[in-house]
């Protein structure tokens, strides 16, 4: 059979508010035409993210009464640990509440004034933990890497030749840890393959530095191995994920990605001394060692989907589902990043609104589009995220690229929904002529994209 069917029936199901357009056009003035400011009810297709937005199963939720809330040595908390030991081979499971207090732990002990610490691409709260430490952030991606077009098996890949040249540069003393993000979020999630795993691995245990995953995407990641890297065909997720693993020291994860929860996250780790260290800080600012910051019900649920998310007729389903959106927008015209990622399909504004340049924000133009055309809820991942006004001068600094994020909840949407959304985008294409720019009229000093207020031109 040709056809990819989702595999689970609905048992228990949200039902959705239409609005009409004028109606979306006012609540869009209303939110000063930033969607962060829309109330989640009036919105119809929410792909702002596919964090902490996936359905857990029946099984999760049976879970989730089966919790064990005593504070000292829930059960609970020892079925996550077996999972996590399971998969990962780590010794030592630290709960958090999600994946950046994992970082923030981390990145405390590690991290500090003049270390520099390299990743293919650091996430932003990652960036933003090694930072507020006093550490430095290296991004090392291959240019390729950047590529809206280039179409390459697996573009989240770190630049290898780069890592050495930053090690010979600045010599192993200043770096306490390498991080390695599997899939690469901040690069249109697309996937590293398991050679560039272990040889970043190789090179880092060289130089006797630590070696770690940010593993938020794992059974993402060990998919597209399994699919496209020669050798992997014939092995199962769950044992090439244990292969990711295996070449680690430890792991910072987010259960609100591939752990199938709503919230959740730990830091995994083999190092006995920096176990106790981590626990020591996890007492302070999370909880006691076997609940960190979650409740019982969170570690069951969280244990459970562990296990669902290495289904592989889950992840058949999950990334065949990404891609049908990806092939469909391509096959109108539309240009995205290529070849679809993981979990997100990324639209480049700039090349689908050419004549709105990057000061007038291309992408948060078309987010405010898809809206209004559809009441459907993406995310802006350009000049207003990442570009810089200088406040005195005035002078503008652009992101490197102007893309539309469509984040694809897990289990949530049909492929109705999703037929729903490339009609929509397919409307606004044909009328993308009549689109304008729009400028900013109130931005905050840090973090402008969460709240600031904008007016169309
Ligand atoms: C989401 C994410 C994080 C942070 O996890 P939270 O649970 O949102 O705190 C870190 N790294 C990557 C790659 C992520 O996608």
């Not at 979306?24 to 400011?37: D, E, K, M, V």
């Not at 010599?171 to 690469?184: D, Q």
């Not at 940010?214 to 060990?222: G, M, S």
């Not at 539309?334 to 050419?354: C, K, N, R, S």
Request: glycine letters at 8%; one cysteine or more.
């Amino acid at each position: 059979m040709k056809t990819i069917i989702e595999p689970f029936r609905i048992k228990s199901v949200e039902p959705l508010r239409f609005t009409s357009r004028s109606e979306r056009t006012q609540i869009l003035q209303a939110a000063g035409y930033n969607l962060f400011n829309i109330h989640a009810d009036d919105v119809l297709i929410d792909l702002l993210t596919d964090s902490g937005t996936s359905a857990m199963s029946a099984r999760q939720w049976g879970g989730m009464i089966e919790g064990d809330e005593s504070y000292a040595g829930s059960r609970s908390y020892h079925q996550l640990e077996e999972k996590v030991t399971e998969l990962t081979g780590f010794r030592h499971l630290i709960p958090t509440h999600q994946g950046r207090a994992a970082e923030k732990i981390l990145f405390n002990i590690v991290g500090g004034q003049g270390k520099i610490i390299p990743n293919n691409t650091h996430f932003d709260t990652t960036r933003a933990n090694i930072e507020v430490s006093g550490a430095e952030a290296v991004d090392l991606l291959p240019p390729a890497g950047f590529d809206p077009v280039a179409v390459d098996a697996f573009k989240g890949n770190m630049d290898l030749e780069a890592f050495e040249a930053l090690l010979s540069k600045h010599g192993a003393e200043r770096i306490p840890i390498t991080m390695l993000t599997v899939t690469n979020n901040s690069n249109a999630g697309q996937p590293v393959s398991m050679e560039n795993i272990r040889r970043a691995a190789e090179i880092s245990h060289r130089h006797n530095i630590p070696f770690f995953l940010d593993a938020c995407r794992f059974a993402e990641n060990a998919y597209f191995i399994k699919l496209r890297e020669p050798g992997y065909q014939k092995i199962t997720v769950r044992e090439i994920a244990a292969e990711m693993f295996s070449y680690a020291d430890g792991c910072t994860m987010s259960g609100k990605k591939d752990g199938l929860v709503n919230m959740g996250g730990f830091l995994a780790l083999n190092d006995e001394e920096l176990a106790r260290q981590a626990r020591n800080i996890l007492v302070v600012t999370e909880g006691f060692p076997t609940y960190g910051g979650l409740a019982g019900h969170d570690l069951q649920a969280f244990a459970i989907g562990l296990d669902e998310v290495l289904e592989e007729d889950y992840l058949k389903y999950r990334i065949r589902s990404v891609t049908y959106l990806g092939e469909h927008l391509t096959e109108l015209g539309v240009p995205v990043f290529q070849p679809p990622g993981g979990h997100a399909i990324y639209i480049d504004a700039g090349a689908f609104l050419p004549h709105i340049p990057a000061r007038q924000f291309p992408g948060q133009s078309l987010a405010c589009e898809l809206y209004l055309c559809g009441g459907i809820r993406s995310c802006e991942i350009g000049s207003v995220m990442f570009g810089k006004t200088d406040p005195t001068t005035g002078d503008f600094a652009p992101a490197r690229l102007e893309m539309v994020r469509l984040a694809i909840p897990r289990r949530v949407y049909t492929k109705s929904h999703i037929d729903y959304v490339i009609e929509c985008i397919g409307d606004v294409y044909r009328r993308r002529n009549e689109i304008s720019g729009i400028r900013i009229v109130q931005e905050p000093p840090i973090l402008r994209h969460f709240t600031a207020r904008f007016s169309p031109l």
